[in-house]
């Protein structure tokens, strides 16, 4: 066979060789980067809740716990001097050993001396007598799902603590009244 025959039918079989696998040889190819994705912005944080104030001739607060949590959800409130108060505490925990109680005390009062003396104080609901001078007010122990009150006259202007007595509650069961004068 003559080579420029050869020649031929070589070129003839790589021709339909490229045929079979697609018909055309590779096209360059491209790749393409995608933009490197930016998070998203973290959404805001809720505004914290106001704190509730009224400067009518009474004023009405109904707590609640945060969940079964040694908490408080409503952690402040402002009212005047010599208004009514009145607190109930709605027991909304779940947990059975989450029993709660609202003790407002004095401006001079020793939150940890009233918190440990509450621990021995079972017989009057962990309210401790020998204490009461620190003591405004306060609801009687709650059970969970139990809903109780408490209604006292606003003191002088100041801050003034609120705690849960239940033994060991005292140390983050903590809440602040703000008594300001009109």
Known sequence: MNTRRLSLLAL????????????EEPAETTTTVPAPQTEAPAPAAPAPAP??????????LTMTPVGDQ??????????????????TFNNTATNPAMHH?????????????????????????????????????HTPMSAPGETVTVEFTAPAAGDYTYVCTYPGHYMTMQGVMHVVAE
């Open 51 to 60: 704190v509730p104030t009224y400067d009518g001739p009474a004023f009405e």
């Open 12 to 23: 003839a079989f790589a021709t339909l060789s490229l045929a079979a696998c697609g018909g």
């Open 70 to 87: 040694m908490e408080y959800e409503q952690t402040e409130f402002t009212v005047h001097p010599g208004l009514t108060v009145r607190i």
């Open 101 to 137: 109680n609202v003790v407002v005390l004095t401006q001079d009062a020793n939150v940890n001396q009233i918190g440990q003396a509450a621990m021995g104080a079972a017989a009057n609901d962990y309210i401790p007598q020998a204490q009461m001078d620190q003591i405004i007010a």
